[in-house]
């Protein structure tokens, strides 16, 4: 996290031309003054408390009318388990792109996916890249694992306890299965990866989690499992976490292509030259020229994985739908695969950190459960179809930019669609 000698002295010239030392130096210190902007200490979403927060931010009408207008405060009640501190919801644009034909295992048909973001040329791009997908029969999609991990660390005296630790878990598996499985009607345990490093112990749970995203559900049940050891375990560890920053949450990590957080899925398509010149204005041979070029850049500068921007749209996917948008950090993890063919292109992505539900979380929401209904995928049943979805949508957006970059065209999107429009 170094910083360059010459960019840091021009910083420091910068702040000193701007304000005395004596004055940063007062910026930077503490102020004990009584907050007189204190909020209510309840946090739930109450009307009256709602007024509370208001009067504490000083109550800009204008801003009150954006963000708690009739619509929000109708629906106040549906919000009152996804948010504390409730004052009102912020709107995004939400635009169409497709239709996405996916002929998976479980997503099967034309979609038409909501995207909300506010970065335009994004859903021009993903919309582009799906109807060149749906123009040679769609791609394949196939969620090959799942899988939701917690691990927990435990620190002992020395390392022979550590192992005496760990070998008591090992013949004891099946009991803290049961105790992780009481607290859930559909997480299953599935496997158990045993990490020793010195006197630290990292016990990384994996669970499947049926039809939701799953990561509180894994919590809970990683923190009766934590209970059990506590009370069973023939060496009592000093301490512990119910999280030791070892399954990836929320980060990318190298993990990623070790197993699987969430779903694991890939998918391909199979696409003849012409389409490629037709919808992309370049060639096969460019495109794979590209990817063959941004993957040794990718290398060189050190990414996990090796992809164009699949946080682009698995962003815009998970806020319109409802789902945990932080865990875009481990969901944009994956690779790209471009082939020059015989007849075209082949094109594959594979995405082992999927981190989607269809149930639970943000999906019931009005606007998020309406963006799924839109796509037929709400409810019990639909997890792995919208996994497959998401993947689909990945390799639409991938061919779109990375055609975009070969013909030329990548800046000129952004100039026409982003700022000419934004002067206007």
């Given at each position: 996290?170094a ?18 030392a004596e ?18 200490l309840?946090?739930?979403t ?5 007024e509370?927060r ?6 800009d009408?204008?801003a009150?009318?954006?963000l708690l207008d ?9 919000y ?8 009102g919801t912020?709107?995004l644009?939400v ?7 996916v002929n ?7 979609y038409h996916?909501?995207l909300?973001?506010s ?8 919309s ?6 749906t123009a ?7 969620v090959?694992d ?5 691990a927990?660390?435990f620190?002992f005296d020395n390392?022979?306890?550590a192992?005496e630790f ?9 009991a803290l299965?049961a ?6 009607r559909?997480?299953?345990?599935r496997?158990?990866r045993?990490t020793?490093e ?8 994996e669970?499947s989690t049926?039809?939701a995203?799953g990561?509180n ?5 990683t923190?009766a499992i ?7 375990a023939?060496?009592t ?7 030791a920053?070892?399954?990836g ?5 190298a993990?990623?292509?070790i197993?699987?957080r969430g779903?694991?899925v890939t ?5 003849p030259?012409?389409?490629?010149r037709?919808?992309?204005h370049t060639?096969?041979?460019?495109m ?9 850049g ?10 164009g ?12 739908c409802?789902q945990?948008?932080a865990?875009v950090?481990?969901?944009?993890v994956?690779v790209t695969?471009?082939e ?10 594979t995405?082992?950190n ?12 009005p606007s ?13 049943g639909?997890a ?12 639409a957006?991938?061919l779109?930019i ?6 030329g065209?990548?800046s000129r ?5 982003a ?6």
């Amino acid at each position: 996290m170094a910083t360059d000698h010459a960019q840091a002295n021009a910083w420091l010239r910068q702040l000193l031309a701007e304000h005395s030392a004596e004055s940063l130096h007062a910026r930077l210190s503490a102020d004990h003054t009584p907050s007189d902007r204190r909020l209510p200490l309840n946090p739930r979403t109450l009307e009256r408390l709602v007024e509370r927060r208001w009067q504490a931010t000083g109550n800009d009408s204008d801003a009150r009318a954006q963000l708690l207008d009739d619509k929000t405060v109708a629906d106040m009640g549906a919000y009152e388990a996804n948010i504390e501190n409730f004052i009102g919801t912020v709107k995004l644009p939400v635009g169409l792109a497709g239709p996405l034909r996916v002929n998976g295992l479980f997503a099967q048909g034309d979609y038409h996916v909501p995207l909300a973001t506010s970065e335009a040329a994004l859903v021009a791009s993903y919309s582009r890249g799906a109807q060149l997908i749906t123009a040679v029969g769609g791609c394949t999609a196939m969620v090959i694992d799942e899988g939701v991990s917690r691990a927990p660390g435990f620190a002992f005296d020395n390392l022979r306890d550590a192992g005496e630790f760990v070998a008591w878990a090992l013949q004891s598996l099946d009991a803290l299965r049961a105790a992780g499985e009481a607290t859930t009607r559909h997480g299953r345990l599935r496997n158990l990866r045993v990490t020793i490093e010195g006197n630290h112990v990292y016990l990384n749970f994996e669970f499947s989690t049926g039809e939701a995203s799953g990561q509180n559900m894994v919590t809970i049940a990683t923190e009766a499992i934590c209970a059990y050891v506590m009370a069973n375990a023939p060496v009592t560890p000093r301490y512990h976490f119910v999280e030791a920053n070892h399954s990836g949450d929320k980060k990318a990590s190298a993990q990623s292509f070790i197993g699987v957080r969430g779903r694991k899925v890939t998918a391909e398509v199979h696409i003849p030259g012409e389409h490629v010149r037709k919808a992309l204005h370049t060639t096969p041979e460019a495109m794979v020229d590209y990817w063959r070029m941004s993957a040794m850049g990718g290398v060189m500068s050190g990414t996990i994985g090796v992809h164009g921007h699949y946080a682009n749209g698995l962003a815009a996917l998970y806020i319109a739908c409802g789902q945990d948008a932080a865990c875009v950090a481990e969901s944009a993890v994956g690779v790209t695969r471009f082939e020059q063919t015989d007849t075209g292109l082949y094109a594959a992505v594979t995405l082992p950190n999927l981190m989607v539900g269809t149930i639970g979380g943000g999906t019931s929401l009005p606007s998020q459960n309406a963006c799924l209904r839109l796509l037929g995928l709400d409810g019990p049943g639909s997890a792995h179809a919208l996994a497959e979805v998401a993947a689909a949508l990945s390799l639409a957006g991938e061919l779109s930019i990375i055609g975009a970059l070969c013909s030329g065209h990548f800046s000129r999107a952004h100039e026409v669609l982003a700022r000419v429009r934004n002067n206007t």
